[in-house]
């Protein structure tokens, strides 16, 4: 059986004194939540965060990583530096990171080597825009993905990873895919994962993520391929990220 697993996406929100009342907040209401909760901070925050959340099962994320230990990368963070403040998880290959900041599945798939190896859990997201599902690429392209971002880790790896199915065309935009789209998609990258690595992908915890929320979290949670989420808009409010954790519609 896979633990579920919901994380918030905080993206380039809340200063340290904020995100401190957010997780404040957070710890009371997810304190006998089912699944694992993650929430995946700014780094300005890591250390005002790690210190609320210690002792708690509210565990440390970050958005990204690079995938050299050290060097000449103006702006960029280290496996190291994440794990010097407590972080276990790192989200990889973030729509926003690929249609803003030039991320590939290449870089992804070193970003995903160099955290693996490091001992932290990426999230890796995957994901079609809008004219891709129309024009009935969804499947290939998750697929390929998937493939790629995971390649050169070994089955026993692959188990540990966590994948996130973000369609992009319901990202931030109040647009969710419907329960079966969901699960039919996940289901499509769960195959892919089997076709490379065999029965690892039964262990692949894969969340759906994009506009996820109190209200439609329970339908999607009821899907037998959805394994949890990534929580964007609605982790940054702990009443409603602690809605999300409980499967609560
Ligand atoms: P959203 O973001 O929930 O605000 O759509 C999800 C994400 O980008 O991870």
């Not at 493939?147 to 931030?172: F, N, Q």
């Not at 998609?185 to 195959?191: H, K, L, Q």
Request: net charge negative.
């Amino acid at each position: 059986m896979r633990k579920p697993i919901i994380a918030g996406n905080w993206k380039m929100n809340k200063t340290p004194a904020e995100a401190r009342a957010l997780v404040e907040a957070l710890v009371p209401l997810a304190a006998d939540a089912q699944c694992d909760v993650v929430v995946c901070t700014p780094a300005v925050d890591f250390a005002a965060v790690s210190e609320v959340i210690r002792g708690t099962n509210i565990k440390l994320g970050a958005q990204n990583m690079h995938w050299k230990e050290s060097g000449a990368y103006t702006g960029e963070l280290s496996a190291d530096m994440l794990k010097a403040y407590g972080v276990e998880y790192v989200i990889l290959g973030h729509s926003e990171r690929r249609q803003y900041f030039g991320e590939t599945d290449t870089t992804v798939n070193l970003r995903v080597l160099a955290a693996v190896k490091a001992g932290l859990t990426p999230i890796i997201c995957v994901g079609e825009k809008k004219e891709e599902r129309e024009a009935g690429y969804t499947d290939a392209l998750v697929s390929y993905q998937t493939k790629i971002a995971l390649s050169g880790l070994t089955a026993d790896e692959v188990r540990h990873v966590v994948i996130a199915y973000e369609p992009v065309w319901a990202i931030g935009t109040g647009l969710t895919a419907t329960d079966e789209q969901a699960n039919e998609t996940i289901g499509v990258i769960r195959e892919a994962v089997r076709s490379v690595y065999g029965d690892a992908a039964d262990d692949v915890r894969i969340q759906y993520g994009g506009s996820m929320n109190p209200k439609n979290c329970k339908g999607l949670m009821a899907q037998p391929e959805i394994d949890g989420g990534l929580i964007g808009g609605a982790s940054l409010k702990a009443e409603d990220f602690s809605k999300v954790v409980h499967f609560d519609a």
